[in-house]
């Protein structure tokens, strides 16, 4: 593996990194390529294992090719900066990298779906508490992501 100095390993730091950042990158497997796109997400580590979850219009894209193909991939990045040095070759940039990968499953039950929404929500807005109108769950998917490998990585170098 390339650069294994880069790999985190510690879960409070790759919590700290997720935490840090509201936006994440789903590809879902379309006929002709991959069909990437950026969602807002919750997450959950608990027992060693993680979970992510998003959400979608009920009759999207996103939705009729999970329902297809459950594979789903997901990536997370930022803390974007160029670290410049006198030689070309010298320059690096910093970074912060999440990449899992798992099987999706569309909420069906609204007390799944409740908590997948409150979890994404925390992410958004932490320590608020949210209630959900009933034509909203009605008009909403939630989607958990049960991560089959997730890994963290990322480059501080000075």
Known sequence: MSNPQR????????????????????????????????????????DGRWTIYF??????KKMR????????????????????????????YG?????AKGR?????????MKRGLDLIMRQAVPGKTFSYRDDMMKAVCVVRIDCEELTCRRNQAE
């Open 7 to 46: 790999i985190v390993s510690d879960i409070d730091t790759t919590l700290a990194i997720i935490q840090r950042h509201p936006i994440c990158r789903i590809a879902l497997n379309d006929e002709s390529s991959p069909y990437i796109v950026p969602v807002n997400f919750g997450y959950q580590f608990q």
């Open 55 to 60: 959400h979608g219009a009920r009759c999207g």
């Open 65 to 92: 090719l999970l329902r297809k193909n459950p594979a789903i991939s997901v990536e997370i990045d930022g803390d974007h900066r160029l670290i410049q040095a006198e030689e070309a070759c010298d320059y690096s």
């Open 95 to 99: 970074y912060t990298s999440i990449i």
């Open 104 to 112: 999706a499953t569309i909420l069906q039950q609204p007390e799944e």
